[in-house]
């Protein structure tokens, strides 16, 4: 089992940054990669950044150059860092943390969520 706890959501007007945190306990070597995703109202939930072990990282066009995934492997934790925000990036953000079995199955492991909304 592994437990995601994020903190680091707010409120924020256009062009600001928010930065994300979440801090991953449990059975941490089970985790194959960590990401963030968001969902807001009415839509599907949708990935905003992926970081694997090996570091190598991920991110929808939709955030590509605003946000930056990074992972402490030190501190078992993940963050994102938002810049240049706008109020389509308003959301619920969730913390994932992932574990392959390989031949296309996964394992998911989510947090609670942070409420980000940015005013326009």
């Known amino acids: 089992q592994v437990q995601l706890v994020e903190s680091g959501g707010g409120l924020v007007q256009a062009g600001g940054s928010l930065r994300l945190s979440c801090a991953a306990s449990?059975?941490?070597?089970?985790?194959?990669?960590m990401g963030w995703y968001r969902q807001a109202p009415g839509k599907q939930r949708e990935l905003v950044a992926s970081?694997?072990?090996?570091?190598?990282?991920n991110y929808p066009d939709s955030v590509k150059g605003r946000f930056t995934i990074s992972r402490d492997s030190a501190k078992n934790t993940v963050s994102l860092q938002m810049n240049s925000l706008k109020p389509e990036d308003t959301a619920v953000y969730y913390c994932?943390?992932?574990?392959?079995?390989?031949?296309?199955?996964?394992?998911?492991?989510w947090g609670r969520g942070t409420q980000v909304t940015v005013s326009s």
């Open positions: 994932n943390a992932m574990h392959n079995y390989g031949l296309g199955t996964r394992f998911d492991y």
């Open positions: 970081i694997s072990t090996g570091g190598s990282t």
């Open positions: 449990g059975d941490i070597p089970s985790i194959d990669g």
